[in-house]
């Protein structure tokens, strides 16, 4: 498994966000995480990474307990993608995805030829190594979350945590980005990304995590867990949930626009 919690709980002081977690998601797996906002998706990712320190349970990250892992150990298991990022210096988009290479050098070590290699790598398998040297603040914003995939690629770790990753996206590069991070899980990779469109989850997820209260409320398949009754309730809005081309794609349409 690449995920495994056992009776995660945590807290911010009094307020209880996260309430007995017991899940597992397995090798090569892109799952999407759905629930409104404040039910505790980004607390569950924060954990993951191990950012929020004060939790109880326990939480593997490739058969490794998070808890004793040190932050270079971590590095070498997980990556993150960030909802943004607003680098302060113009790097390169080359730079940018060497940075996430050196985990495994020393405090006062430099990139060697293996980690520009690995970067330039990273960026081909993502279809981007023409932008290799382009300066990242000039590229658009779906070319930058490609760039920040293949940071994550390079980076080397078996399991990538994404925060809401085409929220600030238009609808091409939205496809671009999805169809990116549904291939690398294809190859193997365990990739979990928070999402608030259902839609996208059913076509690009292999299984929807679905959180209410800090608890879990749904976990399986997208044909099981998104369904009319499902996304009235955690989002509280009456929908129909439509099929189409076979079943392949599901489309929510709220009730009040088709009455």
């Known amino acids: 498994m690449s995920i495994k919690i056992e009776n995660l709980n945590f807290s911010y002081g009094s307020h209880h ?17 759905l629930g409104p906002n404040g039910v505790g998706k980004s607390t569950l990712f924060k ?10 349970g ?15 150990e971590r ?3 997980i990556a993150y993608i960030p909802q943004s990022h607003a680098p302060v210096y113009d790097y390169s988009v080359l730079d940018v995805v060497i940075m996430s290479t050196g985990h495994d050098l020393g405090i ?5 030829k293996k980690h520009v290699e ?31 995939i293949a940071r994550a690629i390079a980076q080397d770790a078996h399991t990538i945590i994404m925060d809401e990753p085409t929220s600030a996206l238009d609808y091409g590069n939205t496809v671009r980005v ?11 990779m365990s990739i979990v990304q928070s999402t608030h469109q259902p839609d996208q989850a059913f076509l690009y997820s292999d299984k929807t995590l679905v959180l209410e209260g800090g608890r879990l409320k749904a976990f ?3 044909k099981d867990v998104i369904t009319k009754e499902l996304v009235s309730d955690i989002y509280g809005v009456d929908v129909e949930v439509n099929s189409l081309y076979d079943d392949r794609v599901r489309v929510c349409v709220p009730v009040s626009e088709i009455q």
């Open 178 to 188: 999805l169809s990116c991070v549904r291939q690398l899980a294809r190859e193997g």
């Open 58 to 72: 326990r939480i593997l990250v490739n058969g490794k307990d998070l808890s004793k892992l040190s932050i270079r």
């Open 108 to 112: 006062v070590g430099s990139p060697r």
């Open 75 to 77: 590095a070498a298991e």
């Open 17 to 33: 966000v996260l309430h007995d977690l017991f899940l597992e998601i397995p090798d090569a797996t892109l799952v999407n995480v």
């Open 220 to 222: 399986g398949s997208p």
């Open 47 to 56: 954990c993951v990474l191990g950012l929020n320190k004060g939790y109880s």
């Open 118 to 148: 690995r970067a330039y790598s990273a960026l081909e398998r993502v279809g981007i190594s023409h932008l290799a040297g382009r300066t990242y603040t000039q590229i658009s914003g779906g070319e930058q979350q490609l760039v920040l």
